[in-house]
Protein backbone atom coordinates (compact mmCIF):
# COMPACT_ATOMS: atom_id res chain seq x y z
CA UNK A 1 0.00 0.00 0.00
CA UNK A 2 3.20 2.10 0.13
CA UNK A 3 2.28 4.23 -2.90
CA UNK A 4 1.27 2.52 -6.66
CA UNK A 5 -0.22 5.08 -9.13
CA UNK A 6 -3.07 3.34 -11.28
CA UNK A 7 -4.28 6.32 -13.11
CA UNK A 8 -3.74 8.07 -16.65
CA UNK A 9 -5.81 10.93 -16.24
CA UNK A 10 -4.40 13.70 -14.10
CA UNK A 11 -6.20 13.03 -10.51
CA UNK A 12 -7.07 15.23 -7.77
CA UNK A 13 -5.92 14.81 -3.94
CA UNK A 14 -6.56 15.28 -0.79
CA UNK A 15 -3.19 14.59 0.90
CA UNK A 16 -3.80 13.70 4.76
CA UNK A 17 -1.16 14.40 8.01
CA UNK A 18 -2.25 11.14 9.90
CA UNK A 19 -1.36 11.89 14.08
CA UNK A 20 -3.91 14.37 14.77
CA UNK A 21 -5.82 14.54 11.69
CA UNK A 22 -7.19 10.57 11.46
CA UNK A 23 -6.37 9.49 14.54
CA UNK A 24 -5.91 10.52 18.13
CA UNK A 25 -2.04 11.65 18.00
CA UNK A 26 -0.20 9.04 20.40
CA UNK A 27 2.98 10.57 20.92
CA UNK A 28 5.23 8.15 18.83
CA UNK A 29 2.18 5.21 17.70
CA UNK A 30 3.56 1.58 17.91
CA UNK A 31 1.09 -0.06 18.77
CA UNK A 32 -1.99 -1.03 16.48
CA UNK A 33 -4.11 -1.27 19.90
CA UNK A 34 -3.56 2.21 20.17
CA UNK A 35 -5.07 3.64 16.74
CA UNK A 36 -7.86 5.58 17.64
CA UNK A 37 -10.17 7.01 14.62
CA UNK A 38 -10.98 10.85 15.13
CA UNK A 39 -14.83 11.70 14.76
CA UNK A 40 -16.13 12.06 11.81
CA UNK A 41 -12.77 10.48 9.79
CA UNK A 42 -14.26 7.82 8.58
CA UNK A 43 -17.66 10.29 7.28
CA UNK A 44 -15.11 13.10 6.28
CA UNK A 45 -13.19 10.39 3.82
CA UNK A 46 -16.22 8.79 1.86
CA UNK A 47 -17.60 12.56 1.12
CA UNK A 48 -14.01 13.15 -0.32
CA UNK A 49 -13.13 9.67 -2.23
CA UNK A 50 -16.96 10.10 -3.69
CA UNK A 51 -16.21 13.31 -4.57
CA UNK A 52 -13.65 11.81 -6.65
CA UNK A 53 -10.50 12.43 -5.05
CA UNK A 54 -7.30 10.39 -4.09
CA UNK A 55 -6.84 9.62 -0.16
CA UNK A 56 -2.96 9.88 -0.35
CA UNK A 57 -1.29 10.02 3.44
CA UNK A 58 1.78 11.28 4.26
CA UNK A 59 3.72 11.70 7.52
CA UNK A 60 6.83 12.49 9.12
CA UNK A 61 7.82 8.92 11.05
CA UNK A 62 11.02 10.24 12.96
CA UNK A 63 9.95 6.81 15.95
CA UNK A 64 12.33 5.20 12.65
CA UNK A 65 15.53 7.26 12.91
CA UNK A 66 14.85 7.52 17.14
CA UNK A 67 15.16 3.99 16.74
CA UNK A 68 11.68 3.38 18.47
CA UNK A 69 9.95 1.91 15.32
CA UNK A 70 10.78 -0.23 12.11
CA UNK A 71 9.49 0.72 8.78
CA UNK A 72 7.93 -2.83 8.74
CA UNK A 73 6.35 -2.07 12.00
CA UNK A 74 5.20 0.58 10.47
CA UNK A 75 3.33 -0.81 7.52
CA UNK A 76 2.04 -3.34 10.15
CA UNK A 77 0.14 0.25 11.47
CA UNK A 78 -0.80 1.26 7.98
CA UNK A 79 -2.09 -1.91 7.16
CA UNK A 80 -4.53 -2.14 10.46
CA UNK A 81 -5.09 2.03 9.92
CA UNK A 82 -6.90 1.39 6.85
CA UNK A 83 -8.17 -2.04 8.11
CA UNK A 84 -10.49 0.15 10.27
CA UNK A 85 -10.91 2.73 7.43
CA UNK A 86 -12.32 -0.06 5.05
CA UNK A 87 -14.87 -1.60 7.51
CA UNK A 88 -16.20 2.38 7.50
CA UNK A 89 -15.85 2.31 3.78
CA UNK A 90 -13.37 5.24 3.67
CA UNK A 91 -9.73 3.12 3.14
CA UNK A 92 -7.26 5.49 1.96
CA UNK A 93 -5.67 5.08 -1.63
CA UNK A 94 -1.84 4.92 -0.16
CA UNK A 95 0.83 5.70 3.17
CA UNK A 96 3.79 7.80 2.34
CA UNK A 97 6.38 8.36 4.77
CA UNK A 98 9.37 10.27 5.93
CA UNK A 99 11.95 8.20 8.47
CA UNK A 100 14.26 10.74 8.55
CA UNK A 101 15.45 12.75 11.56
CA UNK A 102 18.83 14.33 11.45
CA UNK A 103 19.68 13.61 15.18
CA UNK A 104 18.37 10.26 14.58
CA UNK A 105 19.52 7.36 16.86
CA UNK A 106 19.34 5.07 13.90
CA UNK A 107 22.53 5.97 11.29
CA UNK A 108 20.60 4.95 8.07
CA UNK A 109 18.22 7.46 9.06
CA UNK A 110 20.35 9.84 10.76
CA UNK A 111 20.10 12.61 7.96
CA UNK A 112 18.60 15.83 6.56
CA UNK A 113 15.84 15.48 3.51
CA UNK A 114 13.86 16.75 1.04
CA UNK A 115 10.68 14.38 2.46
CA UNK A 116 10.27 15.54 5.78
CA UNK A 117 7.63 18.05 6.09
CA UNK A 118 7.67 20.76 5.63
CA UNK A 119 9.44 19.96 2.68
CA UNK A 120 6.47 19.04 0.17
CA UNK A 121 9.38 15.79 -1.09
CA UNK A 122 6.45 13.11 0.20
CA UNK A 123 3.59 15.31 -1.94
CA UNK A 124 5.72 15.17 -5.01
CA UNK A 125 6.40 11.64 -5.07
CA UNK A 126 2.25 10.58 -3.97
CA UNK A 127 1.63 13.23 -6.81
CA UNK A 128 3.95 11.47 -9.57
CA UNK A 129 3.09 8.06 -8.43
CA UNK A 130 -0.72 8.79 -8.95
CA UNK A 131 -0.57 11.19 -11.49
CA UNK A 132 -1.81 14.17 -9.64
CA UNK A 133 -2.33 17.78 -10.03
CA UNK A 134 -1.09 19.68 -7.65
CA UNK A 135 -2.91 22.59 -8.13
CA UNK A 136 -6.31 21.07 -7.51
CA UNK A 137 -5.14 18.98 -4.74
CA UNK A 138 -5.23 19.98 -1.19
CA UNK A 139 -3.30 19.17 1.86
CA UNK A 140 -5.20 18.76 5.32
CA UNK A 141 -3.22 18.93 8.99
CA UNK A 142 -2.69 19.72 12.18
CA UNK A 143 0.37 21.52 12.26
CA UNK A 144 1.98 24.31 10.18
CA UNK A 145 4.42 21.83 9.12
CA UNK A 146 1.72 20.13 7.44
CA UNK A 147 0.62 23.76 5.76
CA UNK A 148 3.75 24.78 4.72
CA UNK A 149 4.63 21.08 2.98
CA UNK A 150 1.25 21.59 1.20
CA UNK A 151 2.19 25.29 0.28
CA UNK A 152 5.73 24.58 -1.33
CA UNK A 153 3.79 21.52 -3.37
CA UNK A 154 1.72 24.01 -5.18
CA UNK A 155 -1.82 22.90 -2.82
CA UNK A 156 -4.23 24.61 -1.17
CA UNK A 157 -3.60 23.90 2.94
CA UNK A 158 -5.69 23.59 5.73
CA UNK A 159 -5.37 23.87 8.79
CA UNK A 160 -6.63 21.48 11.51
CA UNK A 161 -6.67 23.33 14.99
CA UNK A 162 -7.46 26.70 16.42
CA UNK A 163 -6.49 29.57 15.81
CA UNK A 164 -5.24 32.14 12.78
CA UNK A 165 -2.25 30.51 10.17
CA UNK A 166 -0.73 33.09 7.82
CA UNK A 167 0.14 30.48 5.00
CA UNK A 168 -3.19 28.17 5.62
CA UNK A 169 -5.74 28.58 2.91
CA UNK A 170 -8.03 27.79 5.46
CA UNK A 171 -8.04 26.96 9.25
CA UNK A 172 -11.22 24.38 10.51
CA UNK A 173 -12.00 22.62 13.27
CA UNK A 174 -11.60 18.60 11.99
CA UNK A 175 -11.33 16.21 9.30
CA UNK A 176 -15.09 16.71 8.34
CA UNK A 177 -15.27 20.55 8.22
CA UNK A 178 -12.57 20.49 6.24
CA UNK A 179 -14.08 18.00 3.47
CA UNK A 180 -17.18 20.01 3.55
CA UNK A 181 -15.05 22.95 2.49
CA UNK A 182 -13.20 21.00 0.03
CA UNK A 183 -16.25 20.10 -1.30
CA UNK A 184 -17.79 23.46 -1.47
CA UNK A 185 -14.89 24.49 -3.00
CA UNK A 186 -14.94 22.15 -5.58
CA UNK A 187 -18.90 22.76 -6.59
CA UNK A 188 -18.13 26.33 -6.80
CA UNK A 189 -14.76 25.80 -9.09
CA UNK A 190 -12.25 26.65 -7.19
CA UNK A 191 -10.74 23.34 -6.68
Known amino acids: MEGSGVSKAPSRAVFLDRDGTLIKDVDYLTRIEDIQLLPGVPEALRMLKGAG ?36 GAAVDAFYHCPHLPEGKVERYARA ?19 VNLGRSYMVGDSARDVEAGRRAGCASILIGSGPSPSADAVVADLREAASLILRRDVAGGG
Request: glycine fraction near 6%.
Open 53 to 88: FRLLVVTNQSAIARGRLTEERLEALHAALNRLLEAE
Open 113 to 131: CTCRKPEPGLLHRAAGEWH
